[in-house]
Structures are given as structure tokens and as C-alpha cells.
């Protein structure tokens, strides 16, 4: 079994930084692909970042792209996604997922492994 734990969330000002980690325990995931969704109030999970096992293959939703940066380190068993830029609308519970194959998927309901949650709320 893996476990992921999430952390880094809190309140920031439009325009400022967050960044977010994903630990992982109970299992190496070096090769799982990992991603991280959002949701927001009222709405439903959205697909945020994905990244492949081996971290050479990166993937963004429209609204981030240019903003959010996803990475990992599988040394540390550990998944990051760096947040700048941040505006209102990015206001959310961030999850990250894992699956244990090698590419990402968009698609939540693939993920069978799952963090609590970290808030992020971006304040205007």
C-alpha cells in the first residue's frame, strides 16, 4: 500500500508563491506516475499537473501552464508542485494521486492511491 501526504498549503495574496509536496510511504512509487488535482468549492476535481515515473514527462491544465511546475525527487520518494502567480481562482483542496504505472493519466478515477489534502487560498 502507499500512503501520500500532502503539505505547503495555506493563505497567500494574488500573486504570490506556494509550493506543495506530496510524500509518499508504505511503498517506493519511482515508478508511478503521480499527479495533483484540485478542487474547489462547490466543484468538482480537476486535474492540475501530472508527471511520469521517471519525471521526464510533464503534463498541465490550461488554466497553470506557465504558472505551476511539477517535479519529484524518487531519492525522496517525494512529488512537488511549485505554484507562482497564484491568483483567486486557484483557491482550492489540492490532492495529490498515484498510480502504479509509468504515465499519467488525467482521469481521477485511475488513481487508486490518494492524499487528505492540503488547502490553498489565494486571497485578491
Known amino acids: 500500500q502507499v500512503q501520500l501526504v500532502e503539505s505547503g498549503g495555506g493563505l497567500v495574496q494574488a500573486g504570490g508563491s506556494l509550493r506543495l509536496s506530496c510524500r509518499a510511504s508504505?511503498?517506493?512509487?519511482?515508478?508511478?506516475?503521480m499527479v495533483w488535482f484540485r478542487q474547489a468549492p462547490g466543484k468538482g476535481r480537476e486535474f492540475v499537473a501530472r508527471i511520469s515515473a521517471t519525471g521526464g514527462t510533464t503534463g498541465y491544465a490550461d488554466p497553470v501552464k506557465g504558472r505551476f511546475t511539477i517535479s519529484r525527487d524518487n531519492a525522496e520518494n517525494t512529488m512537488y508542485l511549485q505554484m507562482n502567480s497564484l491568483k483567486p481562482e486557484d483557491t482550492a483542496i489540492y490532492y495529490c494521486a498515484a498510480v502504479s504505472w509509468g504515465s499519467a493519466t488525467t482521469d481521477p478515477s485511475l488513481y487508486p492511491y490518494w492524499g487528505q489534502g492540503t488547502q490553498v487560498t489565494v486571497s485578491s
Open positions: 508504505g511503498r517506493t512509487v519511482s515508478s508511478y506516475a
